[in-house]
């Protein structure tokens, strides 16, 4: 085997992460360089055990030919750890396509090349936590192009790498799917190759099958601009064949179509996603059955003209996929752009919920993964300038967001008014904010009146049984994994003219007369310790009004002529706080 020099660069803190719209650290979408002029995109995202923290596998392109390899590391926050890029002399591009957590460090799998004396070969490179090599091997001792794509670990503690070699006429017009086995330096153990496919053949992904006796390999067979269709194949723990079979997804052959992940599904059946090309491409899941038919896929405007990557089972049996959408007819962008895309699908195929990410320009998602807290991370890449403030370049796209494929987190607040008509009977209004109680899987309410008795309705009333009792109110918001509580304080019988602070909010009154009313105006008599903001909306959310509260002054009279009779809704802030909310009839 010939000698090559490894070069790596370690970048600890240095990173420039561009910070999109977001409501906090907790959910996030960044765009991350960390040298100018680059193009940077992440292929595989995976969570390290140990701390939480998350890897992200790339390419970096110096716009000069030049493509190295790197390992990003970020926290669940999305502050930058560490970068790690890789190079290799005699190649002018370092492509890692897989990683797996070790207990030493990281592994990692690719292919090398030098494009211009039209070589590449398989790459394996063991590393430790801060980028030191422990092992490393490169396939230039076969005597064909050969690639790796996809890796696994196997029980033994080594591992099954799967890819593509060119021992056919040496072209990639004559690529065969290949599969070897390593040890943990890389060293071939065995190499099983599978030819009876004609054209470009390859594997793109392995997985151990439902009872970890074997595995599942995905890949594409006889593959061109106008040609291809998707093979899976069960194999046994020494590489043989237990059963194969192609799919025609639409059974016409002016499609091309080419395979990018699969899954096991929660019922011990197999799904995959495909790339299908005709005058634009489509991007398809793919559900089979116990015969290992097709049972559905989705309809095709799901992931539109340009690209689905990863499909990943849920434990409630829905399914979450990732890739890009360019429908220009719906996201008003041109044919050309691109959004990054995430869909959650039931377990019939039905689109649930789709969100896209990104800016007026083409942005994509690679891979994903299911957080611990049930919320999903994304990888890929992210060419809309204007949302970051590069001159050119595209960035690591990472996105993170909750069940719901979100980036809010519940703000919970609520006010409460007393009946006319009783006393002791309170109406609660809620005026929470990224809940969604009414969506697909969504969040929900818990009320605590303080006196034992509980609900969950959205806007509730309470009776309490006797007066001048001391009461703490509680609203609890649950959404995903995330929660927000909000309290007031009551005491029973006594009308409500402000709310005691107890969750950290400032002492205030606050009394609006006559309600309902008839003249045309409200009176405000009011006691806040700074300046206030009071907004009045009507039912379909559109603001109607809004008055600022000095806090010097303790009056104030709202001209409401030019409003028509209805109910509104009105709310007081003061430094961005929520400090009471409720409804204003206007007759």
């Known amino acids: 085997m010939k000698a090559f020099s490894l070069v790596v660069s370690i970048y600890f803190f240095?990173?420039?992460?561009?910070?999109?719209?977001?409501?906090?650290?907790?959910?996030?979408?960044?765009?991350?360089?960390?040298?100018?002029?680059?193009?940077?995109?992440?292929?595989?995202?995976?969570?390290?055990?140990?701390?939480?923290?998350?890897?992200?596998?790339?390419?970096?392109?110096?716009?000069?030919?030049?493509?190295?390899?790197?390992?990003?590391?970020?926290?669940?926050?999305?502050?930058?750890?560490?970068?790690?890029?890789?190079?290799?002399?005699?190649?002018?591009?370092?492509?890692l396509r897989d990683l797996k957590i070790t207990e030493e460090g990281i592994a990692l799998v690719g292919f090398v090349e030098n494009e211009a004396e039209v070589k590449w070969y398989s790459y394996f490179l063991h590393i430790d936590e801060d980028g030191n090599i422990l092992h490393k091997k490169i396939g230039d001792d076969l005597p064909y192009n050969n690639a790796f794509f996809t890796m696994t670990p196997t029980p033994d503690g080594n591992y099954l790498v799967a890819g593509q070699i060119a021992e056919r006429r040496g072209s990639l017009s004559y690529m065969d799917p290949f599969l070897m086995?390593?040890?943990?330096?890389?060293?071939?153990?065995?190499?099983?190759?599978?030819?009876?496919?004609?054209?470009?053949?390859?594997?793109?992904?392995?997985?151990?099958?439902?009872?970890?006796?074997?595995y599942y390999l995905l890949g594409t067979v006889?593959?061109?601009?106008?040609?291809?269709?998707?093979?899976?194949?069960?194999?046994?723990?020494?590489?043989?064949?237990?059963?194969?079979?192609?799919?025609?997804?639409?059974?016409?052959?002016?499609?091309?179509?080419?395979?990018?992940?699969?899954?096991?599904?929660?019922?011990?059946q197999l799904m995959f996603t495909a790339l299908v090309n005709s005058v634009f491409a489509y991007g398809y899941i793919v559900k089979l059955d116990s015969s290992r038919n097709i049972e559905w896929r989705n309809d095709g405007d799901l992931f539109y003209s340009e690209t689905i990557k990863e499909v990943n089972p849920l434990a409630d049996g829905t399914y979450v996929a990732v890739g890009a959408n360019?429908?220009?007819?719906?996201?008003?962008?041109?044919?050309?752009?691109?959004?990054m895309q995430l869909a959650k699908l039931s377990a019939e195929g039905e689109v649930l919920w789709e969100r896209r990410y990104g800016g007026l320009s083409s942005d994509y998602g690679f891979d994903m993964m299911v957080t611990e807290e049930g919320g999903f991370i994304v990888c890929g890449r992210l060419q809309s300038l204007e949302l970051t403030d590069a001159d050119?370049?595209?960035?690591?796209?990472?996105?993170?967001?909750?069940?719901?494929?979100?980036?809010?987190?519940?703000?919970?607040?609520?006010?409460?008014?007393?009946?006319?008509?009783?006393p002791l009977t309170y109406h609660f209004t809620n005026h929470s904010e990224y809940v969604y109680p009414d969506s697909i899987d969504g969040g929900h309410f818990l009320w605590d009146f303080g006196d034992g008795a509980t609900s969950e309705e959205l806007h509730p009333t309470h009776s309490y049984a006797n007066k001048g009792e001391s009461r703490i109110v509680t609203l609890t918001a649950v959404v995903c994994s995330d929660?927000?509580?909000?309290?007031?304080?009551?005491?029973?019988?006594?009308?409500?003219?402000?709310?005691?602070?107890?969750?950290?909010?400032?002492?205030?009154?606050?009394?609006?007369?006559?309600?309902?009313?008839?003249?045309?105006?409200?009176?405000?008599?009011?006691?806040?310790?700074?300046?206030?903001?009071?907004?009045?909306?009507?039912?379909?959310?559109?603001?109607?009004?809004?008055?600022?509260?000095?806090?010097?002054?303790k009056e104030l009279i709202l001209d409401l002529e030019k409003l028509r009779s209805g109910m509104y809704v009105y709310r007081l802030t003061s430094e961005g706080a929520f400090l009471k909310g409720g409804k204003l009839v206007v007759e």
């Open 14 to 95: 240095l990173c420039h992460s561009l910070f999109l719209q977001s409501q906090n650290n907790k959910y996030f979408q960044k765009g991350f360089f960390w040298e100018e002029n680059i193009n940077n995109h992440g292929i595989r995202v995976i969570q390290k055990p140990n701390n939480g923290n998350f890897l992200i596998i790339g390419p970096t392109n110096d716009y000069s030919g030049i493509i190295e390899g790197f390992v990003f590391e970020m926290n669940e926050y999305g502050t930058m750890v560490q970068v790690l890029e890789f190079k290799e002399e005699g190649f002018n591009r370092v492509i």
């Open 181 to 214: 086995k390593i040890d943990k330096e890389g060293n071939e153990l065995w190499q099983k190759q599978y030819y009876p496919y004609s054209k470009g053949n390859r594997f793109d992904e392995i997985i151990p099958n439902e009872d970890q006796t074997g």
């Open 222 to 268: 006889g593959y061109n601009v106008e040609s291809g269709e998707p093979l899976i194949m069960e194999i046994d723990e020494d590489g043989n064949v237990i059963w194969e079979k192609i799919y025609d997804v639409f059974q016409e052959d002016s499609f091309s179509t080419i395979a990018t992940s699969i899954a096991v599904t929660n019922d011990n």
């Open 326 to 339: 360019s429908n220009y007819l719906i996201s008003g962008k041109t044919r050309t752009d691109a959004d």
């Open 392 to 422: 050119f370049g595209a960035a690591l796209y990472v996105v993170k967001t909750n069940c719901m494929g979100l980036l809010t987190e519940p703000q919970t607040s609520f006010s409460a008014e007393q009946d006319p008509e009783n």
């Open 483 to 553: 929660t927000s509580r909000f309290d007031i304080k009551v005491v029973t019988g006594e009308e409500i003219v402000g709310i005691e602070g107890v969750d950290g909010l400032p002492a205030f009154s606050f009394k609006l007369y006559p309600n309902p009313t008839s003249s045309g105006q409200v009176f405000l008599d009011y006691d806040l310790p700074k300046e206030g903001l009071l907004q009045l909306y009507d039912l379909q959310g559109k603001e109607v009004g809004n008055w600022r509260l000095d806090s010097q002054n």
